[in-house]
C-alpha cells in the first residue's frame, strides 16, 4: 500500500472484479493490523454497493448476482459479511475486527462513516451528477447512531447535511494517506483527520529524510562491496605461489585463532621429556631414558623451526600421540610434584644463563661488524692513496687557500677516516647551500688515510666552496704532555684495559660495556673536538660536522643564532627518562654528584656551533682537561666524548630548535618520516651506518643519493648502492 494509492473495489469496473483477487488480500489482512481495516473498510463500500444492485434487480439477476458473490468471495469473508449484516445492517468498518483494536485506537462516529461512503458513491458518478442525484443513489444505506440502516432511505438528517462540505474535505484527505508507509502507526492513520497543514508538511519531510537514508545506505553497502572486492583480488595477486601449497583459509588451523597449538604442545612434551629423562637417568631406569630420549630426537626433528601448525609435517600428529603415551608412562613410574618443580627450576637457570650469554655474543658481534671497515671502503682508500703519491707535488695542493683563515665566510669543521663519508657531508653541505662559494671545509683525517681524502677531493673538489684536508699527525702541539686523553692512552692501565695478552678469548666472557672498547675512542680524531680554537686560531666561529650525518638544507641561518653569550649551541635529546646526565656520567661519585644534575637535560655531537670567541673566554680547553684528568680511571663515565662534553660544556649550552638535527637513523626504526623530511641535518648515530650492509634500508635513500656510484673508483671497488 505504500506504493502508490490504495486500490478500492468500488472503483474497478465489473469485468475487473474476477481479477480483483480478494482472497489474497484476505490472506494478507491477517498478518497486518492494518491491512485488515483497509481490507474490511473496502469490504463494505462492496457490500454496500451490491446491496444497492440487489435492490433494484430482478428475481433472476438477484440469483445470478448471489452466485457470483458466493464464487467471488472466500467462505470466511462471507462468513464476516453474513454476521455482520444479519447482527448490525450493512458491513461497516466500527463493527468488523472490533476486538482487534488497540485501546489507543479511536473509532470513527457513524455520520464520518457515512460521509466516506457518500463520498465513495459520488466516485462512480460522472462529473456532471449533482448532489440530489449522488443522494437518490444512496437510499437505504444511511446509519443512524446504533450503526443500523436509517429507515428513511435517501434522506439525510440534518446534523449529516451540515458537515458535508467539511467531512469531504476530510475524506480527501483519508484517501491521499492511503498512500503512505505501511509501517506508519495505525492511530496516526485516522489522526490524519484533524492534522493541520505544518504536520503534514513535517511527516513528508520525515518520509524524504527516510529515503534519503535508505538511499545513502545503499549505495554505502554497494561502496563497501567494492572495496572488499578490490582487496580480495589485490590480496590474491600478492599471495607467492611458492607457498600455495601450504596455505588455505579452508585449513583447520586456519579457522582456529590459536594456529600454533600442535608447535607450543609439542614444545611442552619437550620440556616434560627432558624433566622425566633425567629423573630416569638418575633412577637408572635406563629403557624409560631411552625410549625418552628416542621421542626426544623425533619430536626435535618433527618440530623443526616450525612457528604455526601449518608449517608441521603430517606425521605430526602421531609424534605427539606417541610422546604422550611415554609421558603417560613415565608419569606413572617417577611423578613426584617436588622433584619435578626442582628440575624445572634448574632448567630455567640454564636457560636464562643461555640468553645472557647468547645477548652478550650479539653484542659483541654487533659491534665487531659496525666498526670494521668494508672491504669495498678499504679498497677505495687504498686506490686512491696510491694514485695520490703518484701525483706531482704541485698538484697536490687544493686551490682558494685565501679563504681558509677567513671569519665573514662558512667555516665547517669534519674530522674523518671515512673517505665516502666525508664526500657525502661535503656534497649535501654543498648542494644545499644557497651561496656555495662562501662556505669553506676544514676536514682533518688520520695518517693513514691522509693520501686518499686529498685524492677523493682533488678529483671531486666541492664546486665553488673551498676545502682543505689536513693530517691530525702533524698537529705537533698535540702531544702527551698537553692533552690528558694521549698520556692515558700511553698508560699501562689503559694498555691493558684495551691489548692486554691473556684477554677472555670467547665472545661472551669479558664482554662488559663492549661498546667503549672500540678503537675510535683510541683515536684523537675522536678527541679533536675539544681543541678547535687551536685548530683554527684565526675564527670566531665555526659549525662542527661528524661523518655519519646529511644535510637537507642551507645552514648558513645557523651563523645567525644568537647563542645568548653560550659556547655550544646543540639540540637537545632528553625525553621523559633518557639520555640525561644520570645515564652518563656516575653519580655515585661525589665529584660528579657535587658538581651537576642528575636531570639535567642532555645534547647531541654531530651538528654543533661553537663560538670560539666565548670557547677561549671560558677556557673549555682546560675545563675539559680537568675533568679528563679526574677520570684516568674511568670512575667518573666510561669512554668517549659525549660524557666529557656535557661536563664541559655544563651550563654553556644553549638549545638549538630541533629541527636542525635529527637522529635516530642508526639505530631507531621508528623515527617520523615528517620529522626527517623537515630536518635540516639527518643523523645516523648507532651500529647501523649507512656505508654499512647493517644499515636500515628505509633511511639509507636520503645518504646514497648523495653518491655517485658510476664514478670509476667506485666501480673498481664494487661499491653498489
Known amino acids: 500500500m505504500g506504493g502508490g494509492k490504495a486500490p478500492s473495489v468500488v472503483e474497478m469496473e465489473e469485468g475487473e472484479v474476477g481479477v480483483f483477487n480478494i482472497e489474497y488480500l484476505w490472506r494478507a489482512s491477517l498478518s497486518s493490523l492494518w491491512l485488515r481495516h483497509w481490507f474490511f473498510w473496502q469490504l463494505g463500500l462492496v457490500t454496500r454497493h451490491l446491496h444497492l444492485l440487489l435492490e433494484q434487480a430482478d428475481d433472476w ?3 445470478s448476482l448471489t452466485e457470483s458473490i458466493d464464487s467471488l468471495f472466500p467462505k470466511e469473508v462471507i462468513d464476516v459479511i453474513t454476521a455482520n449484516t444479519e447482527d448490525l445492517g450493512t458491513l461497516n468498518l466500527n463493527n468488523v475486527g472490533r476486538n482487534d483494536l488497540s485501546s489507543s485506537w479511536v473509532l470513527e462516529k457513524p455520520s464520518e462513516v457515512n460521509q466516506r461512503d457518500i463520498t465513495n458513491s459520488e466516485r462512480q458518478t460522472t462529473s456532471g451528477d449533482s448532489s440530489e442525484k449522488l443522494h437518490s443513489q444512496r437510499d437505504g444505506v444511511i446509519f443512524n447512531e446504533e450503526g443500523k ?3 428513511e432511505g435517501g434522506k439525510m438528517n440534518d446534523e449529516v447535511q451540515k458537515k458535508t462540505s467539511n467531512d469531504e474535505e476530510l475524506l480527501t484527505n483519508f484517501q491521499e494517506e492511503d498512500n ?5 502507526n495505525a492511530l496516526d492513520d485516522h489522526l490524519q483527520l484533524e492534522e493541520s497543514p505544518t504536520k503534514v508538511l513535517r511527516r513528508q519531510l520525515r518520509q524524504k529524510r527516510r529515503e534519503k537514508r535508505s538511499t545513502e545506505l545503499i549505495q554505502q553497502d554497494e561502496e563497501e562491496r567494492v572495496e572488499l572486492e578490490n582487496a580480495a583480488i589485490k590480496r590474491s595477486k600478492e599471495v607467492d605461489s611458492a607457498v600455495l601449497g601450504k596455505y588455505s583459509i579452508w585449513r583447520r588451523e586456519n579457522e582456529n585463532e590459536n594456529s600454533d597449538s600442535n608447535v607450543r604442545l609439542m614444545r611442552d612434551q619437550l620440556i616434560m621429556a627432558r624433566v622425566y629423562s633425567s629423573i630416569s637417568q638418575a633412577r637408572n631406569n635406563l629403557d624409560l631414558y631411552q625410549e625418552l630420549m628416542l621421542r626426544i630426537k623425533e619430536c626435535q626433528r618433527t618440530l623443526g623451526e616450525a612457528n604455526a601448525d601449518s608449517d608441521l609435517p603430517q606425521s ?17 613410574q617417577f611423578y613426584d610434584c617436588a622433584t619435578v618443580t626442582k628440575k624445572l627450576r634448574a632448567m630455567l637457570q640454564s636457560a636464562d644463563e643461555q640468553v645472557r650469554t647468547l645477548k652478550k655474543q650479539s653484542t659483541f658481534l654487533s659491534q665487531l661488524a659496525a666498526k670494521t671497515v668494508p672491504k669495498g671502503l678499504h679498497c677505495l682508500s687504498m686506490r686512491l692513496t696510491i694514485d695520490y703519491y703518484l701525483l706531482p707535488l704541485e698538484k697536490r695542493e687544493f686551490p682558494k687557500k685565501d679563504k681558509l683563515e677567513d671569519p665573514t665566510l662558512y667555516h665547517y669543521a669534519l674530522f674523518s677516516d671515512n673517505v665516502l663519508a666525508a ?3 661535503v656534497n649535501s653541505t654543498v648542494m644545499n647551500a644557497k651561496e656555495s662559494e662562501k662556505h669553506v671545509f676544514h676536514l682533518v683525517t688520520d695518517k693513514l688515510n691522509f693520501g686518499a681524502m686529498k685524492m677523493w677531493f682533488l678529483l671531486n673538489p666541492p ?22 686523553v694521549l698520556r692515558q692512552l700511553e698508560s699501562a692501565a689503559m694498555k691493558e684495559y684495551y691489548f692486554k695478552a691473556d684477554h677472555p678469548t670467547t665472545l661472551s666472557a669479558g664482554s662488559s660495556n663492549l661498546k667503549y672498547r672500540n678503537p675510535k675512542y683510541l683515536s684523537m680524531l675522536n678527541h679533536l673536538r675539544f681543541y678547535l680554537p687551536q685548530v683554527y686560531p684565526k675564527l670566531d666561529k665555526i659549525l662542527f660536522l661528524d661523518d655519519d650525518i646529511v644535510v637537507q638544507k642551507d645552514l648558513t641561518p645557523l651563523w645567525s643564532v644568537d647563542l645568548h653569550g653560550k659556547v655550544n649551541g646543540a639540540v637537545e635529546t632528553c625525553g621523559e627518562s633518557f639520555h640525561r646526565f644520570d645515564k652518563y656520567l656516575n653519580f655515585s661519585n661525589p665529584h660528579i654528584a657535587r658538581h651537576f644534575d642528575p636531570n639535567a637535560c642532555g645534547w647531541a655531537y654531530g651538528m654543533n656551533v661553537f663560538d670560539l670567541k666565548e670557547w677561549k673566554k671560558q677556557d673549555i680547553t682546560g675545563i675539559y682537561h680537568k675533568w679528563q684528568n679526574m677520570n684516568e680511571d674511568r670512575v667518573l663515565w666510561k669512554l668517549g666524548t659525549l660524557p666529557p662534553g656535557l661536563i664541559t660544556f655544563y651550563g654553556l649550552t644553549h638549545p638549538l630548535d630541533k629541527s636542525w638535527h635529527v637522529l635516530g637513523l642508526g639505530y631507531n626504526p621508528s623515527v617520523d618520516r615528517s620529522e626527517i623530511d623537515n630536518a635540516a641535518v639527518v643523523h645516523y648515530n648507532g651500529n647501523m ?10 633511511y639509507r635513500p636520503y645518504w646514497t643519493k648523495y653518491i655517485k656510484y658510476d664514478h670509476p673508483f667506485l666501480q673498481q671497488c ?4
Not at 605430526?316 to 606413572?332: D, F, N, Y
Request: hydrophobic share 35%; with cysteine.
Open 463 to 484: 664546486g665553488k666552496a673551498a676545502i682543505h684536508v689536513e693530517n691530525v699527525d702533524d698537529f705537533k702541539w698535540l702531544n702527551s704532555s698537553y692533552c690528558p
Open 718 to 721: 664494487n661499491i653498489n648502492e
Open 180 to 184: 503512505r508507509d505501511v509501517k506508519e
Open 316 to 332: 605430526a600428529p602421531e609424534k605427539i600421540k606417541a610422546m604422550g603415551h611415554v609421558l603417560s608412562k613415565a608419569r606413572e
Open 61 to 63: 439477476r438477484k440469483q
Open 423 to 425: 664526500s657525502v657531508v
Open 149 to 151: 440502516e436509517n429507515p
Open 689 to 698: 651506518k649507512p656505508w654499512l650492509e647493517l644499515a636500515m634500508t628505509k
